[in-house]
């Protein structure tokens, strides 16, 4: 249903276009979240760009075109999208995109794909059209930066949890949503249907718990750049509680799960 009507809005909005003119036209800087396919060759795109927040787009011809969008559509590239619209058309018109960088052109196995998918989606669902968000940009770039094949669970970590805090839908990890206590080097629990963290004495019996190394390791996460990070290992189960308690957070927010986030968890 919704495709269709946004396949009527495209025809609508390439007829008015001979008539109606010019567009204003830019290039802003983006990062390839999704596309989907319409007509025979067309594509819609939806991507973060750094000034505008997310758009979505109508790429015309991408499947054939090589020139204008060779390899640029796939999720989490970096792109300097050409782009022209009309004022109040929710599509605007992707001419080109030009690569600043792929993730491509790094080696790619199951984990690293995974990884890559469960950024592109978690940025999907969470920004709003048109809601400029720079330090979200920002986090996605540095992040991106760090997913290598063999080591993506410090930038899935650091990703998730950064996501949930420049949401506003992080609780205050030191202490006791409860009774206000600190966790001073005990343990904090969650649930997956509230917010906040609480202590072993407030626990639900559902409850999961977040170690004590977990939550030092999430204050570092809130203090330190991701590359100050990065020399250390990472093996899948570090921190592995931070990244469910995030992953669930996000989750309740957008009222869906994510399927990205439920590949990540069959690899542990
Ligand atoms: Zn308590």
Same mark, same amino acid.
């Given at each position: 249903m919704l495709l269709k009507k946004v396949i009527a809005g495209i025809a609508v909005a390439y007829g008015r276009r001979r008539v109606a003119g010019l567009y204003p036209k830019g290039v802003v800087e983006a990062l390839i979240l999704r596309t989907w396919p319409v007509h025979e060759a067309d594509q819609i795109v939806s991507f973060f760009t750094r000034d505008l927040g997310k758009l979505k787009g109508i790429a015309k011809s991408a499947a054939k075109s090589r020139r204008r969008f060779g390899g640029a559509l796939e999720p989490m590239t970096h792109v300097l999208a050409s782009y022209a619209e009309k004022p109040r058309q929710e599509l605007v018109r992707l001419d080109a995109c030009e690569i600043v960088?792929? $993730?491509? #052109?790094d080696p790619v196995d199951y984990a690293r794909a995974a990884a890559l998918a469960f950024m592109a989606e978690v940025l999907e669902e969470t920004l709003q059209d048109r809601d400029p968000q720079d330090a979200v940009f920002r986090l996605a770039l540095a992040v991106l930066e760090q997913t290598r094949m063999g080591r993506i669970w410090l930038p899935v970590t650091y990703f998730s949890l950064w996501m949930v805090r420049l949401m506003g839908?992080? $609780?205050?990890? &030191? =202490? !006791?949503?409860? !009774? &206000? =206590? #600190?966790?001073a080097g005990g343990p904090a629990y969650f649930e997956s249907q509230r917010d906040g963290l609480v202590c072993a004495e407030h626990r639900h019996p559902a409850a999961r718990a977040i170690s004590p190394e977990s939550l030092v390791l999430a204050a570092r996460i809130f203090r330190d750049p991701i590359a100050a990070l990065a020399a250390e290992e990472w093996p899948r189960n570090r921190a592995a509680d931070l990244r469910r308690f995030a992953v669930q957070n996000l989750e309740r927010h957008l009222e869906k799960r994510l399927r990205s986030a439920q590949a990540l968890r069959g690899m542990g």
């Open positions: 960088a792929s $993730p491509l #052109l839908w992080m $609780p205050e990890i &030191g =202490r !006791c949503t409860d !009774c &206000g =206590r #600190l966790f």
